[in-house]
């Protein structure tokens, strides 16, 4: 929300190292990657987030913006 992903990045990573059980973290993670402009961690983190939970009210969402600024419209529609 700061517009600061790198130091998010940062924190997550951490929080991440300290319980791996956290279910949003890779969201988390997706979403500061992506913001940082660093696509193929974003989507890899994006991804687990999907497989993690399936109906993941916000990861699609993210998933399609990324692969959309990515130009892959057809994969970006897929996830919506």
């Given at each position: 929300?700061?517009?600061?992903?790198?130091?998010?990045?940062?924190?997550?990573?951490?929080?991440?190292?300290y319980?791996?059980?956290?279910?949003?973290?890779?969201?988390?993670?997706?979403?500061?990657?992506?913001?940082?402009?660093?696509?193929?961690?974003?989507?890899?983190?994006?991804?687990?987030?999907?497989?993690?939970?399936?109906?993941?009210?916000?990861?699609?969402?993210?998933?399609?913006?990324?692969?959309s600024?990515?130009?892959?419209?057809?994969a970006?529609?897929?996830?919506?």
């Amino acid at each position: 929300d700061l517009g600061l992903p790198e130091l998010a990045i940062t924190a997550l990573l951490r929080a991440r190292e300290y319980d791996p059980s956290l279910v949003e973290t890779p969201y988390l993670l997706g979403t500061s990657y992506r913001l940082a402009g660093r696509t193929g961690e974003a989507q890899r983190e994006l991804a687990a987030a999907l497989k993690a939970n399936p109906l993941h009210p916000r990861a699609r969402i993210e998933l399609a913006q990324l692969l959309s600024d990515q130009g892959d419209v057809d994969a970006a529609e897929a996830q919506i």
